[in-house]
């Protein structure tokens, strides 16, 4: 979106397209100090792999705040609202009916399904949201053909900085990872 | 098998690491002048509370016994103020005892606030001592609880069922038994912390969470059969098997606001600064969002059961509280209890910001009095909402003016938190990471 300069593609001497270049590094607090320098020096399409949550990750790489909180609000309060048209519907529209000798419009009995359906709806807004935004389910990742990479899953952590990033240059970035610590510098093909 | 137990080996071999040099960093920030509080302003702004308090009292005594029937009003009110302040303590209590049961590291910063109004508790049976000598001396015309009264309740088959529990020498037996079990948890919890802040003796942390386990259980059955006797039995023929849930919701709430707004309160006056940040006071707001819709749900629950199976001893609670202006204060109170403050705690900046969760805080204590005020108070069928209203302010800020100046007074009389606490390095890293 925010890219102005013209995408330029890149590819390897055997005519791949290139997606990025991974730097490996050995403990948490190497990707950590590395990330901090990545975001400075204004990289945006980039991530960290690692095989457990590094805590205060999102400051060192600079990522915003979430919206998922602001849509699962508005997704509940509509659920909310539905439930309580469902209610409406049901026991006013279709099927007019005096149970147990209560009052017709009687909002008692409607609290509880208002809120289950609130409920509801915030938490399938939660889950497929964190979903959507961390773009998963992902049949098939780059950096998965890499056989450095899946070390991650174990003890190593890893930096990609894409091809797609307007600051992204085959052998500036390369030197930019080797310089915050990088170790195993390799270009990842599509 | 040999790698992962190597892996293990080298993992808690770098969590040793870890732990020292927060440490070291921790410590600097443990000056004096960041822990202790500035006596002289703070004891001053407690003496005027408690002044105050004090004669909002006097006042109260001389109004109830100006008029004919004001009496059995004035002690309503000040029944209000007292099991206002029992909630706050009681609630202080419960909520360290629950952080101990789960050895939270973040709480060590803000436990101490808990520990010393909970500590407080001894000094609430004072507050008690008026309600007793209604039930002791008290004209059949004052005296607030109605099966105290020989006439009104003969013949009175509910009663006569219920008399082997309701009588005032077994009711006097159970009060004092509730203050001597909450004395004894609260003040062992508080001395072990003061023991704590010289020796540095990390035990006394485990026994604290020893205790708490069995404590929380006689703290739950206490305070649920507190709230029965004192609260559920002003009318005596009504019951509810959750009322002591609904007490319960009320007072941690009600303990953690008045936790959050003596926090905010040192901390605007420059103390605890990077010991209490805004990670702690985020935490603290997400329980306050927490018991906010607990207490809407028991609530909710509580009436909404009684509203469905319609049986008049039971509905007679309500019925009374939905007519002429009561009925007003019940929406009040769905409004200002549970909607605004559920809606303005959702937001992360609110429960970041410590002086706006601190005015959050202040406005759900209030709605706690007014709460309590809405149990006890349409019990006086002579007076209806409104009637001499001076009376009842004066009977809820009486006692909680003299509690709260108490409350800060214990406060800033210690340390500000536990200095030697073996999870307190954990809590002033902590973060919240969302």
Redesign the interface.
């Known amino acids: 979106m925010a890219n102005k300069k013209k995408q330029t593609v890149y590819r390897t001497t055997a005519g791949e397209t290139v997606y990025g270049v991974m730097a490996e590094f050995a403990t948490p607090a190497d990707l950590y100090h590395a990330a901090e320098k990545v975001r400075d020096a204004g990289y945006k399409a980039w991530d960290v792999y690692s095989p457990f949550p590094v805590h205060g990750m999102e400051e060192a790489m600079g990522l915003p705040h979430t919206k998922l909180p602001l849509l699962t609000g508005i997704v509940g309060l509509t659920g909310a609202g539905l439930g309580l048209l469902l209610q409406y519907f049901v026991t006013h529209l279709a099927y007019p009916m005096v149970v147990q000798g209560k009052p017709m419009f009687a909002w008692e009995p409607w609290t509880p399904v208002t809120f289950e359906i609130g409920v509801l709806f915030t938490a399938f807004c939660a889950l497929l949201g964190m979903f959507a935004f961390n773009r998963l389910p992902m049949w098939y990742h780059p950096l998965m053909k890499k056989e450095r990479f899946l070390r991650v899953s174990d003890d190593r952590f890893v930096i990609c900085i894409e091809s797609k990033d307007a600051k992204f240059d085959p052998q500036a970035t390369r030197a930019m990872l080797e310089s915050v610590g990088g170790k195993h510098i390799e270009l990842v093909e599509e | 098998m040999s790698e992962i137990s190597a892996?293990h080996h080298h993992g808690s071999h770098a969590e040793g690491h870890s732990h020292a040099e927060p440490q070291i960093a921790a410590r600097s920030r443990l000056l004096p002048s960041a822990v202790t509080a500035d006596r002289g302003t703070l004891r001053t702004v407690s003496m005027g509370m408690m002044f105050v308090g004090a004669i909002v009292l006097v006042v109260l005594v001389i109004l109830g016994f100006s008029a004919e029937g004001a009496g059995r009003q004035a002690i309503a009110a000040y029944h209000a103020g007292f099991l206002f302040c029992v909630g706050v303590a009681l609630g202080c209590l419960g909520i360290q005892m629950i952080l101990h049961q789960f050895n939270a590291g973040w709480s060590a910063a803000p436990r101490r606030t808990a520990e010393g109004i909970a500590s407080l508790l001894p000094l609430c049976a004072l507050l008690f001592v008026p309600v007793l000598v209604n039930a002791l001396i008290g004209s059949d015309s004052t005296k607030l609880f109605k099966w105290m009264v020989p006439s009104y309740v003969a013949g009175d088959v509910l009663f006569e069922h219920k008399q082997g529990w309701l009588n005032v020498n077994f009711w006097i037996v159970r009060s004092a038994v509730y203050f001597g079990l909450w004395s004894m948890l609260a003040l062992k919890l508080y001395q072990w912390s003061r023991k704590q802040d010289l020796s540095g003796d990390r035990w006394l942390t485990a026994k604290a969470r020893r205790m708490s386990s069995y404590g929380l259980l006689i703290f739950a059955l206490s305070s649920a059969f507190a709230s029965f006797d004192w609260l559920m039995g002003l009318d005596f023929h009504w019951f509810s098997t959750m009322f002591g849930v609904y007490f319960f919701a009320g007072s941690v709430l009600s303990a953690i606001c008045t936790i959050v707004l003596v926090l905010a309160m040192l901390s605007n006056a420059g103390k605890l600064k990077s010991v209490v940040t805004p990670e702690h006071f985020h935490d603290m707001g997400k329980m306050m969002l927490a018991f906010t819709v607990f207490w809407a749900y028991i609530a909710?629950c509580q009436?909404?059961l009684i509203?469905?199976s319609?049986i008049p001893e039971e509905t007679a609670f309500y019925n009374l509280r939905q007519q002429g202006d009561w009925r007003y204060l019940s929406i009040f109170l769905v409004l200002g209890h549970f909607v605004v403050p559920f809606l303005v705690l959702?937001f992360?900046g609110v429960k970041r910001t410590p002086r706006l969760l601190a005015f959050v805080a202040a406005w759900l204590l209030i709605m706690h009095a007014v709460d309590l005020f809405y149990i006890v108070r349409p019990v006086i069928k002579e007076s209806k909402l409104g009637e001499r209203l001076i009376m009842d302010v004066f009977g809820i800020a009486g006692p909680a003016l003299v509690f709260l100046g108490l409350a800060i007074r214990r406060v800033v009389s210690a340390p500000l938190i536990p200095l030697k606490d073996p999870r307190l390095h954990e809590a002033l890293e902590h973060?919240n990471?969302v």
């Open positions: 892996t909710f009436y909404f509203w469905y319609n959702l992360r973060k990471y």
